[in-house]
C-alpha cells in the first residue's frame, strides 16, 4: 500500500511539475552564465541533453501511447538521421551564416555601431518575454504558411510519421528549419537582441521541441494557455485537416489564440498521427525526403 501511494505521488509530480521546472530552471541557469566564467553555448547544450535523457526515461516509464515510445526501427531511424543532419550540419550553418548576413545588412543599410530597436535596458525577463513573443509570432506565421502554400512540400516531412516521441520533433527538412531560423531567431538578432536573452530563448526553444512531442502522460492545466505543450501539439500531428491546422505556436501557444488556431481537447487524443494523405510519399527514406519538394508533381504526392 506505502509503495502503491509513493508511486502515485512519485506520477503526480512527474505529470505536473517536470515541465515547468525545467522551463524555470533554464531561464534561471542561463540568465546566471553571465556572471560567471561559462560559455552560454556549452550550457545551452548540455540542457539540451538534459532533457533528452530525462524525456527518454520519462516515455519509457510513463508513455502517453506505449507504441509510440520506441517506434518501428525504420521510423526511429529516419528520425535519428534527421537529428544527427540538424545538429551537426544545419544548426552550425546557421550559426556561421547569420552573423555573416547580419554584418553584410549592417554594411548596407549603414547603421551605426551599437544600434538597436531591442529594449536592451529593461528587466531581463521582459526582455526574454518581448522576444519570444517576436520570434514565435514570425514563426507562428511561417509555420502556419507551411500548411496552406507550396512550404506544405517542405514541411510536410515533419508530419510524416504515425508516431510521436520526442525525436519526431528532429523530423524536419532543412530548409524548414532555415526558414523559420531566419523568420524567428534572425529577426531578434537584426533588431539587437541582448545576448544572454538570446541564448536564453534558444535554450528554451530546444527544451520546448523536445517536451512538446514528448510521449509522456505530462498534464499541463493552465499552462495549456502560454505554452506550446505536448498536450496541444499532439493534435497538430493528426490526419484530421481541421486538428492537424491549429497549434502552430514552437515556444508560446499565445498567437494561437490570438488568430484562432487553437485547438484541444482535454483528455482526448487524435485517433491517427500522420499526413492528411500519404499516396506516394516517401515516408520511410530521409534521404528521398530530403528531395521530395523538387519531384513532388512528377512523384503524384497528394
Not at 551537426?88 to 550553418?93: A, G, I, M
Not at 525525436?167 to 529577426?187: D, E, Q, S
Not at 482535454?266 to 519531384?295: C, D, E, M
Request: proline share 4%; with cysteine.
Amino acid at each position: 500500500m506505502i509503495n502503491f501511494r509513493l508511486k502515485k505521488l512519485a506520477v503526480f509530480f512527474v505529470q505536473w511539475l517536470t515541465f515547468p521546472v525545467f522551463i524555470l530552471t533554464t531561464i534561471y541557469v542561463m540568465y546566471s552564465v553571465q556572471f560567471y566564467e561559462l560559455s552560454p553555448v556549452t550550457m545551452q547544450m548540455t540542457i539540451f541533453v538534459a532533457t533528452i535523457s530525462t524525456v527518454e526515461l520519462l516515455e519509457r516509464w510513463l508513455p502517453h501511447k506505449s507504441k509510440h515510445s520506441g517506434g518501428a526501427s525504420s521510423d526511429r531511424r529516419l528520425n535519428f538521421t534527421s537529428f544527427v543532419v540538424l545538429m551537426t550540419v544545419v544548426d552550425p550553418l546557421l550559426k556561421v551564416l547569420s552573423p555573416l548576413l547580419l554584418s553584410q545588412l549592417v554594411i548596407v543599410f549603414g547603421w551605426p555601431q551599437g544600434f538597436t530597436l531591442f529594449p536592451v535596458d529593461w528587466h531581463f525577463v521582459p526582455q526574454l518575454v518581448l522576444a519570444a513573443l517576436v520570434a514565435e509570432l514570425g514563426q507562428y506565421c511561417m509555420h502556419r504558411l507551411g500548411h496552406v502554400t507550396w512550404l506544405w512540400r517542405f514541411h510536410s516531412s515533419h508530419h510524416s510519421s504515425s508516431r510521436m516521441n520526442w525525436l519526431t520533433g528532429f523530423r524536419v527538412h532543412p530548409f524548414n528549419m532555415m526558414y523559420h531560423h531566419l523568420a524567428g531567431v534572425f529577426i531578434l538578432m537584426l533588431i539587437g537582441i541582448n545576448e544572454t536573452v538570446l541564448f536564453t530563448y534558444l535554450a528554451l526553444s530546444g527544451v520546448l521541441n523536445i517536451f512538446q512531442h514528448a510521449n509522456v502522460r505530462f498534464k499541463h492545466g493552465v499552462l495549456n494557455y502560454i505554452f506550446s505543450t505536448n498536450e496541444l501539439h499532439r493534435w497538430h500531428h493528426s490526419t484530421q485537416p481541421r486538428q492537424a491546422n491549429a497549434n502552430y505556436g514552437a515556444l508560446l501557444i499565445v498567437w494561437d489564440l490570438v488568430f484562432g488556431s487553437y485547438y484541444h481537447k482535454r483528455h482526448q487524443f487524435p485517433a491517427h498521427l500522420g499526413l492528411f494523405s500519404s499516396k506516394n510519399y516517401p515516408v520511410n527514406s530521409y534521404w528521398r525526403q530530403l528531395i521530395a519538394p523538387l519531384f513532388w508533381q512528377k512523384w503524384g504526392i497528394d
